[in-house]
């Protein structure tokens, strides 16, 4: 809704006062912050949405990772040298030379691969998930920049109307038609409306510098020209979705199923197998040597593992079923509160209308002598209200529109991730 001044009084002297009250406001470095649209692929870039992608490409390495065998070993062995007897110097030895290989028996590398495989589903997810906070964060950054910027601009108007008010009830002390209270509370009243604007102004001020950050800039953005406030929220999905961060605790809890077959395969012995080539110096003569060796599951098989990877995996089952009952819970709540916020916007445009109005024909009775100071006061207090309640309630069907998106795994406003 358009914030320019609703009624010029004929005083324009007044007007020009109030102008030049409050034109130091705008910094004359002003840099427009871009549609919502173009601020969100620049965000996706910034520290926290970067922070995500590394972890997504940590899983991947360590998937890659999982799938690789183990090194054989090489081992060199000589024996019978140095004795006694027969067995002095060299001249008698036998070098055995083995390649040896863990050949990960009971299936360890397959459940190694899905545990990995696991854990980088669910980094794909909180990449996901990071992202859509990052979207939804932004659009809340840019409706309260764009909501302080407005609520600037009406501090504005509401301050030249006081001035103008000021001065007509000034003029008509001077004509005897108003006691000289009036126009000390008219002085009274402008002197406010100056402080509420140096108060918009800070938190103008603030809430750009809040939207730089999360747009990672370097440029300070010290205005919205594309609004965000008045655009129409995009049409809801009509039930709870699958949301990012609710697929990751899925992953986690595959990861955590998996790694059960990864501690009960542990606890099986290790079987390696082994081939040589063995040198007898006395007879010189050379022969194959070949072997296979496990360990004996004597004291360790590895049964605390086992217990304790089963119990995470009811800890993660558990945490998933916690998380789909919040999902859904917030995400009913999310819907209501927008509906309402809707809603609330209609019926906030239509009490800026009828206070519009108001104030329009108390100003005209006003200049005409027929109603007082008092019921001008009140009527341009109405307006400044309804306004703010306005601008309050576009905001608060932004912050709406930002959280139901982000449960509904899609960027806010119809943006794209």
Known sequence: MPLSPLCRPPRAVGCALAVLAVAAGFPAWADPAPAFEQLLTQALTAPAAAEADANLAAADGRLAQAGVRPNPELGVEVENILGRGPFQGVDGAETTLTVSQDLELWGRRGARVGVARSEREAAR????????????????????????????????????????????????????????????????????????????????????????????????????????????????????????????????????????????????????????????????????????????????????????????????????????LDADAAWRAAAARRDAAVSRVIAADAAVTAATEAYRLTRIGFEAGRLSQLELRSTRTGLVQARDVAIAARLTRARAEAELARLEGRAPFGAQL
């Open 125 to 324: 997810w909180r990449r996901d998930a990071s992202r859509l906070q990052v979207a939804a964060a932004l659009a809340i950054a840019y409706a309260e920049a764009e909501a302080a910027q407005r609520r600037f601009a009406l501090a504005e108007e509401a301050l030249e109307l006081a001035v103008a008010d000021a001065r007509a009830a000034l003029i008509l002390v001077e004509e005897g038609r108003e006691p000289l209270l009036r126009g000390i509370q008219g002085e009274s009243e402008a002197a406010a409306a100056r402080a509420a604007l140096d108060e918009a102004r800070a938190e103008r001020d603030a809430a750009f510098a809040e939207l730089t950050a999360l747009a990672g800039g370097q440029t300070p953005l010290t205005s919205v020209e594309a609004s965000l406030l008045d655009r129409v929220p995009a049409v809801s999905a009509g039930q709870a979705a699958e949301a990012p961060a609710v697929l990751a605790l899925v992953a986690e809890r595959d990861a955590a199923q998996g790694r059960v077959r990864v501690e009960t395969a542990r606890g099986r012995p290790d079987v390696r197998a082994s081939v040589g080539v063995r040198r007898f110096e006395a007879e010189d003569a050379t022969a194959l040597t070949a072997g296979v060796s496990l360990q004996l599951p004597l004291f360790d098989r590895n049964r605390g593992g086992v217990s304790a990877a089963e119990a995470e995996v009811r800890a993660a089952e558990a945490r998933l079923r916690g998380a789909r």
